[in-house]
């Protein structure tokens, strides 16, 4: 489920959550294999039980040529009992960015994010990232 509301006519709030079994790649951070697992007894598919809990942007738009995305979500992949303890569980995701129209045909912008994920036995790991891009078109 998704919804956005607009916020005067230069900000927009996103709003987004799923849940299904066997998602995956679909969700955010999460790996594809995170969408199912081989039962080592049976041999059967088993669909893990997938869930964005929340996904949320806000877009300001500072003027014609200049915006910001802030973005935050959390997404998480319940493992089996009887997978291995270094399984993925649980994601979470932030970023902030601005946008900077120079010409209808050339845009550049920065972009700060962190992302940290969580295995079945507690390890944890975090990264940060800084990117720059241009457009043109």
């Known amino acids: ?3 956005h509301l607009d916020i ?4 927009r709030l996103n ?13 955010l951070g999460i ?9 080592p007894v049976t041999g059967s598919l088993d669909p893990r039980d997938n869930w964005e809990g929340v996904m ?10 200049l915006r910001s995305t802030m973005m935050a979500g959390y997404a998480q992949s319940k493992p089996f009992t009887w997978q291995p303890e270094n399984t993925f569980d649980n994601s979470s ?4 960015n601005l946008i900077w129209s120079l ?11 962190y992302g940290a994920l969580e ?3 507690g390890f944890s790991r975090d990264n940060h990232r800084i990117g720059f891009g241009m457009q043109y078109y």
Request: no cysteine; proline share 2%.
């Open 1 to 3: 489920m998704t919804g």
């Open 8 to 11: 005067g006519s230069r900000y």
């Open 15 to 27: 709003l987004g959550g799923v849940y299904g079994k066997g998602l995956g790649r679909y969700l």
């Open 31 to 39: 790996q594809s294999s995170s969408g199912s697992a081989v039962d």
């Open 56 to 65: 949320a942007t806000y877009l300001h738009q500072w003027s014609d040529k």
């Open 93 to 96: 995701y932030a970023a902030a």
């Open 103 to 113: 010409y209808p045909y050339l845009t550049v912008g920065v972009e700060y994010a």
């Open 119 to 121: 295995n079945k036995d």
